[in-house]
């Protein structure tokens, strides 16, 4: 192999996680069969494949825009609360579901925990997540206000604890921060009640997001230069990204191809990761440029 020609290769275990896959896959059948389709938010943060899905007739709105006139309402992999079924219902509008299974069992789990609270009148279910994150309005919805949300260790100090309690994280939380959350909140428990019993711990961090790290680490000490794509509004890319340049500060996060510059002299292999919102076509998109540019170079 000519030595001046650097390896390039994509890493085909990042980019959309299986959840996102299959949302876009029940959106693409159904675009073949009607148009538009309304999709509540943006079902990937990524604005080129959200471009894409446009282009196929996919029509993006708020929860406040929903009318009468949308025939089909389609539901991304985060879920919806219970109230967007009932007002979509209001609406007539035919629901496309593609609520991510995992997610779906969290909902799941939630309930269930609420409703035995609300049953014995006493119990709280804490959930760990992001404010406002599309998942967490979902899963709060599905308490009838029996629930808290946690996004600090800080705000552990505010929590009854004189009562049984229930502890779930959002599918994309970070594992070691719930972990100190979990064990913060056990131990305030066992110091204001002198009872071990009181807490549960649901291990609900979805696996295919808590080994994208760890891989993401050995990918990028494998290469001289790492291009990350993701879009601008990804919280997993900005978390993906972050944890590639901490073993590899030759990262360059990327939104497209056009924005790809010469940062490879000198380098020998380059590697092209993304995000959970990453679509691969764009990575191949990306590979052909750095192609390019590095033919350019020689
Ligand atoms: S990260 Fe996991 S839980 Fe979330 S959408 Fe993807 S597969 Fe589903």
New binding site residues.
């Given amino acids: 192999m000519n030595p001046a020609i650097p390896e390039i290769e994509i890493d085909r275990s990042s980019g959309f996680?299986?959840?996102?896959e299959r949302a876009i896959k029940i959106a693409e059948d159904k675009l073949l069969q009607e148009e538009p389709i309304y999709c509540l938010g943006n079902l990937v943060h990524n604005e080129e494949e959200l471009e894409r899905l446009s282009s196929l007739g996919m029509r993006f709105i708020r929860h406040d825009e929903i009318n009468g006139e949308m025939k089909t309402v389609f539901i991304r992999?985060?879920g919806e609360p219970p109230e967007t079924y009932s007002i979509l219902r209001n609406n007539n509008a035919s629901v496309i579901d593609a609520t991510?299974?995992?997610?779906l069992r969290l909902q799941h789990k939630v309930k269930e925990s609420s409703r035995q609270f609300r049953e014995t009148g006493s119990g709280l279910v804490i959930i760990y997540g992001k404010p406002g994150h599309p998942?967490i309005t979902g899963l709060l919805g599905q308490t009838e206000g029996n629930a808290i949300l946690i996004s600090k260790l800080e705000e552990t100090g505010s929590i009854d604890y004189n009562q049984p309690l229930h502890l779930y994280a959002q599918?994309?939380a970070g594992e070691e921060e719930y972990a100190s959350l979990c064990r913060r909140i056990s131990e305030n428990s066992l110091q204001l009640t002198g009872r071990n019993d009181l807490v549960t711990v649901h291990n609900t961090i979805?696996r295919?997001?808590s080994q994208r790290a760890p891989r993401m680490r050995a990918f990028a000490q494998k290469h001289d230069v790492i291009i990350f794509v993701t879009g601008s509004e990804s919280s997993n890319g900005r978390y993906l990204s972050g944890v590639a340049r901490e073993v590899n500060p030759e990262t360059h996060v990327v939104g497209s191809p056009s924005d790809v510059e010469n940062w490879f002299a000198g380098a020998r292999s380059i590697g092209i990761t993304g995000a959970?919102s990453t679509p691969l076509w764009l990575m191949d998109e990306v590979a052909g440029r750095i192609k390019a540019i590095v033919e350019n170079n020689l």
Avoid at 17 to 20: E, H, L, P, Q
Avoid at 100 to 103: I, M, S
């Fill in positions: 996680c299986s959840g996102v992999a985060h991510c299974p995992v997610v998942e599918t994309t979805c295919q997001m959970t």
